[in-house]
């Protein structure tokens, strides 16, 4: 079969979609897109008290993402993580006093469901965090459980003499109150549900069905989701929690159907491996950090393992994947304010398996290390008066670095870290293969680039990021196309906006330069070698090598008009002539060296010849 890129990805959608229907390559609306996670209190402040809302938020949707694939101005994320956005006491929102009411300093529940209606009219889905491991100590369901009514007694974990057990990482968790002792994982402010206690499972759940259902919410991302159950010294991980969210995915599955749950499980691989199949997915902290750790130490040995256990661990694709969230320190002071490192690491998580999460600030360079409030602080718009955040002083300072790392200034500069990850989202939106493909690391003449093929029903794209700041004159290695096609092929650096040909017939050898900490995203094009169908077989150009003259001879009587077009190796085209006849003479004053000579007609069909001038 002759090569025709129309056919050819006409073919990939079939092969794809019959795929699916088998559970090889899943596709849901989550791996077609970026996520972006979002502290509301620090995005945007719209009323002037300084703290961000929902108003704020829904006034910056455009800068997320605009609902138009042809801007550059949006950073094109499709999804958003909102931190928690109940009733609560704290800053923070992690200890809810009220799961049917929004937090009235971030505005209203009008207010929350416009920007919902406003994010889905632009094409952004909007998952909020749901807090389901403990309430505050200030919700009425532990007021009354502490005063031992009778219905709400069991909603916690009540033990007069619970010994003196400690938490998984050693911590106190057992507090005293009114003569007897309640569990509380992280504090005494937020005591842990009693998953045992089956009024507690009822209202859970029909808490997660008025968001759904009532409210249209896309999901959930589920804090602490490995706590739920403790039994003895099973403090995580229980049975029961894996079984519960099983129960309470299909129950949101039946309330809002292709609604995502998304879990927090701080744990290893073979932890989180527990819950495939359970939850939709859950973030790897572990790739993150290895991938964090590849930039830091020059050295991605550990990701390129990470990622290879990807593939037992978790259904294709169906893992969420970051470089910081909002209980780190912030990458950029990770890399101690190295912007180049920052892009690299950028480059690492966005190119690979899973669906990638970037967290408020991270685009602009924000600093932030603990504790907690100094990596939530407010997001830097432009160097006008308090960041462009708000009119007012915010609830907590600004970063000093404002002034020169903030979206304003960073948009405007085409070499700006802003610019770098606008680019690779746009890249990972239109690329299919990086969204759903196949990873397979590659192995190169330097172990310090992170060299990788991601591949999906023929299409192929090759990532190298550089993890040091050395440049490398030459990283040489072999690739070959996973379909096992044959034929010289056209590279597309598609980061830096170049091409390249390769000449080779299965396997191509590649020769490329790195600078410091540069990343490449090279997809590798359809097969344009001399192919093997009658037409193309009875297309003839002599003398090859040639020397100031070519010749071009359509065999068959009858075809289509021939175009030829004649391009050096870096893809450039010299020479193009329509309608050239079915025996035509060409004069060729090019210097020695290899040429590509495309002959191709109106139906779509082409071949491609290596021309040899000497
Ligand atoms: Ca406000
Ligand atoms: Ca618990």
């Not at 859970?204 to 999901?219: Q, T």
């Not at 344009?528 to 001879?553: C, F, K, Q, R």
Request: net charge negative; charged share 15%.
């Amino acid at each position: 079969m002759f090569t025709l890129p129309g056919k050819k990805h006409i073919a990939s959608l079939l092969i794809f979609i019959s795929f699916s229907h088998f559970g090889f390559s899943q596709i849901n609306w989550w791996n077609q897109t970026t996520a972006y996670e979002i502290f509301v209190r620090s995005f945007y402040d719209s009323n002037a008290d300084g703290i961000g809302d929902f108003n704020g938020l829904t006034q910056k949707l455009d800068y997320l993402n605009d609902g138009n694939a042809n801007t550059n101005s949006d950073l094109g994320v499709g999804l958003l993580w909102l931190m928690p956005i109940n009733s609560t006491p704290s800053d923070h929102g992690y200890d809810v006093t009220n799961y049917y009411t929004v937090n009235p300093k971030y505005g209203t529940l009008n207010e929350f469901k416009t920007l919902l209606t406003q994010a889905h009219n632009r094409g952004i889905k909007v998952v909020m965090d749901l807090v389901l491991n403990h309430t505050s100590d200030q919700h009425p369901w532990f007021v009354k459980s502490a005063a031992n009514d009778p219905f709400y007694r069991n909603f916690y974990r009540w033990d007069a003499a619970p010994g003196n057990q400690t938490g998984p990482w050693g911590q106190q968790v057992w507090y005293s109150k009114n003569g007897s002792n309640y569990y509380g994982l992280f504090w005494s402010g937020m005591p842990d549900l009693n998953y045992n206690y089956q009024p507690v499972k009822d209202s859970v759940f029909a808490i997660a069905k008025y968001w759904l259902k009532e409210i249209g919410i896309d999901g959930f991302r589920l804090d602490a989701a490995m706590y739920l159950f403790e039994e003895g010294s099973i403090l995580k991980n229980h049975p029961k929690t894996i079984a519960f969210w099983k129960e309470f995915n299909d129950s949101c599955e039946s309330w809002k159907a292709n609604s995502l749950l998304v879990g927090e499980v701080w744990d290893s691989p073979a932890s989180i491996k527990l819950y495939t199949g359970k939850l939709d997915m859950c973030f790897e902290f572990n790739l993150a950090d290895a991938n964090i750790n590849a930039i830091s130490s020059g050295n991605p040995y550990n990701s390129r393992v990470t990622l290879n256990n990807t593939k037992t661990s978790y259904q294709d694709n169906q893992f969420a994947t970051f470089l910081t969230n909002h209980d780190q320190n912030r990458v950029f002071d990770v890399f101690n304010t190295n912007i180049e490192m920052n892009k690299a690491a950028a480059s690492l998580y966005l190119t690979q398996p899973g669906v990638p999460f970037l967290y408020y600030g991270e685009e602009v360079a924000m600093r932030g290390a603990k504790p907690d409030q100094y990596i939530r602080r407010p997001m830097q718009w432009s160097n006008a008066g308090n960041a462009g955040f708000s009119t007012v002083n915010p609830w907590i300072a600004l970063n000093s670095n404002y002034a020169n790392y903030n979206v304003s200034v960073m948009q405007a500069d085409p070499n700006s870290l802003w610019n770098h990850y606008q680019k690779l989202i746009k890249i990972r939106k239109q690329q299919s293969v990086l969204q759903i493909g196949t990873y397979q690391n590659i192995i190169s003449t330097h172990n310090e680039v992170h060299t990788y093929q991601r591949s999906l029903s023929g299409d192929d794209i090759l990532v190298m990021v550089n993890t040091t700041n050395t440049t490398i004159d030459t990283v040489q290695f072999v690739i070959s196309r996973s379909d096992g096609s044959v034929g010289n092929c056209k590279f597309v650096d598609l980061l830096n906006d170049t091409s390249f040909f390769v000449m080779g017939n299965g396997q191509y050898s590649i020769s490329l330069p790195l600078k410091p900490y540069q990343t490449r995203i090279i997809a590798i094009d359809y097969p344009i070698g001399i192919t093997n169908n009658e037409w193309s077989n009875n297309l003839i150009v002599y003398p090859n090598p040639a020397t100031n003259e070519i010749t071009i001879v359509q065999k068959l009587l009858g075809q289509p008009q021939l175009n030829m077009q004649l391009f050096n190796l870096k893809g450039e085209l010299l020479i193009s002539k329509e309608n050239i006849g079915d025996l035509s003479k060409h004069q060729i004053a090019l210097p020695n060296g290899i040429y590509l000579i495309k002959l191709s007609n109106e139906l779509g069909e082409y071949s491609t010849q290596k021309l040899v001038i000497n």
